[in-house]
Antibody
Framework: QLQLQESGPGLVKPSETLSLTCAVSGGSIGSSSYYWGWIRQPPGKGLEWIGSIYYSGSTYYNPSLKSRVTISVDTSKNHFSLKLSSVTAADTAVYYC????????????WGQGTLVTVSS | QSALTQPASVSGSPGQSITISCTGTSSDVGGYNYVSWYQQHPGKAPKLMIYDVTKRPSGVSNRFSGSKSGNTASLTISGLQAEDEADYYCTSYTSSTTVVFGGGTKLTVL
């Protein structure tokens, strides 16, 4: 059964770069034609798609975040990563990683999510 | 890109049926049969309930159903139960090769 687990610092200072990793277990990132995505949810607010990466490395980003986001995949470590630069308090959120079969396919499964707080 | 439009809240009594709408444009909801619905309980990750507008994943109750007309997709929950109380989100693929979420709907079971 495929499982995803987010990890990274829970506290990031304003103007710095948020870095998270999503470890995939129960399956190989590089051996199947899936997309791997990041979604976030500010406290008390709704879900926002950040971006997705195809197993081969092609990336797709939310236009509102595109200038600050980089998603990468490391097949040797069976994980994919998110970097969000120049963070502000508005980037405080629970960050989820998830798999989807195509950009139109549903996100399933999801990781449990990790809270990242932006504060000095 | 603009978020899909959902009602902020809906409510119903046990046993009743409710419908949550998700309105987009011809560039997202109306243009593709790639609408999904997620249920989220407090402090939990979202759970897939409906995909490709009408399809139900294995294990999801048949009390949940999806439909679409024009630029509006809908999630219907019949035979409402207390455990259905949660937040519900729709998503759609867009013509810009992106994904957009709805703002979310809080379902209260009275």
């Amino acid at each position: 059964q495929l499982q995803l687990q987010e990890s990274g610092p829970g506290l990031v200072k304003p103007s710095e770069t948020l870095s998270l990793t999503c470890a995939v277990s129960g399956g190989s990132i590089g051996s199947s034609s899936y997309y791997w995505g990041w979604i976030r949810q500010p406290p008390g607010k709704g879900l926002e798609w950040i971006g997705s990466i195809y197993y081969s490395g092609s990336t797709y980003y939310n236009p509102s975040l595109k200038s600050r986001v980089t998603i990468s995949v490391d097949t040797s470590k069976n994980h994919f990563s998110l970097k969000l630069s120049s963070v502000t308090a508005a980037d405080t959120a629970v960050y989820y990683c998830a798999r989807h079969g195509s950009l139109g396919s549903p996100f399933d499964p999801w990781g449990q999510g990790t809270l990242v707080t932006v504060s000095s | 890109q603009s978020a899909l439009t959902q009602p902020a809240s809906v409510s119903g009594s046990p046993g009743q049926s409710i419908t949550i709408s998700c309105t987009g444009t011809s560039s997202d909801v109306g243009g593709y049969n790639y609408v999904s619905w997620y249920q989220q309980h407090p402090g939990k990750a979202p759970k897939l309930m409906i995909y490709d507008v009408t399809k139900r994943p294995s294990g999801v109750s048949n009390r949940f159903s999806g439909s679409k007309s024009g630029n509006t997709a809908s999630l219907t929950i019949s035979g409402l139960q207390a455990e259905d109380e949660a937040d519900y989100y729709c998503t759609s693929y867009t013509s810009s090769t992106t994904v957009v979420f709805g703002g979310g709907t809080k379902l209260t079971v009275l």
